[in-house]
DNA sequence: GCGTATCTTGACCGTAAGGTCAAGATACCA
DNA sequence: TGGTATCTTGACCTTACGGTCAAGATACGC
């Protein structure tokens, strides 16, 4: 370790167990519900070390919000890894599925962002968000302009597969109780994802 | 208006007029982020004044939660109206779109509510929705074993009715950016609902 | 080992929030 | 018209929260 790589690490050791915790209890408790102690408790740490790594409560928000963008956009990605129609819903909603397992509580934060009227998200959605979605409304008219696929409105098929894939983990208490109080298992979870892909494939025809 | 008549009118309306400001600031800053004093001014009202009709916080959370739950149960009711999967299916999806059209405060307070891991909900969703659900799925079952419908996992169809319907209400602010910064019109929504019913029967082969 | 930069933390401050209270206003009944 | 029950409201109390600070601890370069 030379210089002030063994203090970089600190930072960013303890930048990333604050952001994951704070990913956990906005998650639980929202933007305005959530106090800062508790995010600290969560991570383990003093009030006043989660402020010393992070100014302000608004500036964490921003920062986590960030890193599901991130995430978020990576799953996204995979819609261009293939061509023809059933590979390509196929392939994303799997990875969105995946998403929803591996990061719930991002999910979470996301939704309740959106519904707390996107505040932060909001330069996001208009932009990036919009650009991305436009330019795969385009691809499935294209699909169903060649008889690839059903005619269907892109949007409302879209929307159905992040509201669904986005349910798993939203929604993951609701499930839980209606799976007997229990939660789905691996192996059960990979059978609901092979189900739902089935679902959106019918829905277009395929 | 007789006795006490005018007096309990002045109580309900007033009751009425709480709960109903209650339900849209929970649904935008969730129950720990609501303060009473915010729902008090939308209601146009003083802080105290709420504070004499619900005695707390808690208590008027769990009355607005109430409320939800019949409307939603009203709308799942619906699915018993019909016999024929196809006619049953697009009568139930219809219902829970004009649910998210008609009430998107209540749709988001529910989703919420789920999303903090259900402390109100959770008896409900354990006993009645269980029960509803169970009995659903066998229906459905029954359908595809009578083939009147594609071989699908029922849990996954009627969670993809759930979250897709929902996601109107609960993604209202994404939807509109989306739309280029302006609000579904009624025509429109009418017409996103009709291809939402589409994509559903879809998934299922109809 | 020493000096300096970063990190850690208990104590503290001002504001906001849930809830109470008591005094006054309003409506109903006799 | 007077008496009583309900309703209204500003002021107030206590706790909790976002954020600050200053004093000490730790780690790095020389």
Redesign the interface.
């Known amino acids: 370790m030379s210089t002030q790589t063994r203090k970089i690490e600190i930072r960013k050791a303890n930048e990333a167990l604050i952001l994951e915790a704070a990913e956990k209890i906005f998650?639980?408790?929202?933007?305005?519900?959530?106090a800062t102690g508790d995010i600290a408790r969560e991570a383990g740490i003093p009030k006043a070390n989660l402020h010393y790594y992070f100014k302000t409560k608004s500036n964490l928000y921003q920062q986590v919000l960030k890193r599901i963008l991130n995430d978020w956009m990576a799953a996204a990605s995979t819609f261009d890894t293939y061509h023809e129609p059933e590979e390509v819903l196929r392939t994303y909603v799997q990875a969105k599925m995946e998403f929803s397992r591996q990061r719930p509580f991002g999910s979470?934060v996301w939704?309740?962002e959106?519904?707390?009227?996107?505040p932060v998200l909001?330069n996001f959605?208009?932009t990036t968000?919009?650009t991305w979605?436009n330019e795969r409304v385009r691809i499935i008219r294209r699909w169903a302009r060649e008889e690839k696929i059903?005619s269907?409105?892109p949007?409302?098929?879209l929307?159905?597969i992040?509201?669904?894939t986005?349910?798993?983990a939203?929604?993951e208490?609701?499930?839980s109780?209606?799976n007997g109080?229990k939660e789905l298992s691996d192996r059960r979870y990979r059978?609901?994802t092979d189900?739902?892909v089935?679902?959106?494939l019918?829905?277009?025809?395929l």
């Not at 959106?114 to 996107?118: Q, V």
């Open positions: 998650a639980i408790n929202g933007y305005k519900g959530t979470r939704a309740r959106i519904m707390s009227g996107a909001d959605l208009g968000l919009t979605l059903k269907v409105d949007h409302a098929l929307y159905m992040w509201a669904t986005q349910h798993y939203d929604f208490r609701q499930i109780i209606l109080g059978q609901t189900e739902v089935k679902l959106v019918g829905s277009v025809g």
